[in-house]
């Protein structure tokens, strides 16, 4: 088991740039997440997909679209990038059994804006 | 005020000391989860709760489900904990979780 990978792990984009992050669960989970970490905020959830076909909004999806292509992956877009988009961004998947990890991250992509 | 509070913020302490770490939460919730993120930047989740207490070699984890609070405890401390620690709710609807910002900790052998 891979887990949650996550590509690429680094990125800096010019503004008004491109991008698409990729990501990838082999847990069979139909949650999958896309959380931003800034320094001195907790994690806040950009979008999420509670099962394949299914996409919604979380606290801050301005600037971001996604892609749940299958149960597996889940993508991630910044169509013209920002400066306040330079982030830590984390993908995660959330399987719903019992058991002592329940909540699955990637290693997550270090997006630098400049 | 945010949904999830932590305290301490940061944390000292000294290899071998028993360590404690608040969580306090707003919101009703279907569950709890401790994670642990190292200076690598990778999050492991440690615990997911709903109530009473669980134990995992030298990490116990309790929620007080009644007075919104849970603590994440560390037996013998060691440098290798030193890490930051998120406590994170989910929600009653159970898709969607809201993070604390983090409890640093540093172990000094």
């Known amino acids: 088991n891979a887990g949650v990978t996550q590509t690429p792990k680094f990125q800096v984009l010019k503004t008004g740039q491109s991008m698409t992050l990729q990501c990838a669960q082999d847990?069979?989970?139909?949650?999958m997440y896309w959380y931003r970490q800034d320094p001195g905020m907790g994690l806040r959830l950009i979008y999420y997909?509670?099962?394949?076909?299914?996409?919604d909004k979380g606290e801050v999806p301005n600037g971001y679209n996604v892609s749940r292509l299958n149960k597996r992956e889940f993508s991630l877009r910044l169509e013209s990038a920002a400066p306040s988009q330079t982030s830590v961004y984390f993908c995660?998947?959330?399987?719903?059994?019992?058991?002592?990890?329940?909540?699955?991250f990637g290693p997550g992509t270090r997006l630098t804006v400049t | 005020k945010n949904e999830v509070e932590q305290s301490p913020q940061n944390l000292t302490a000294q290899e071998g000391e028993f360590i404690t770490i608040n969580c306090s939460y707003s919101v009703g919730i279907s569950a709890l989860h401790w994670l642990q993120q190292h200076p690598g930047g990778g999050i492991v989740s440690l615990f997911m709760?709903?109530?009473g207490k669980k134990k995992h070699g030298r990490l116990i984890a309790t929620i007080n489900i009644q007075e919104k609070h849970s603590s994440l405890h560390i037996t013998a401390s060691h440098p290798r904990d030193s890490a930051v620690y998120i406590c994170a709710v989910r929600g009653s609807s159970g898709d969607k979780l809201t993070f604390g910002t983090g409890t640093r900790l540093a172990v000094r052998p």
């Open positions: 847990m069979n989970h139909n949650s």
């Open positions: 709760l709903s109530s």
């Open positions: 995660a998947s959330h399987g719903g059994s019992s058991g002592r990890r329940e909540q699955y």
């Open positions: 997909s509670a099962s394949e076909g299914t996409t």
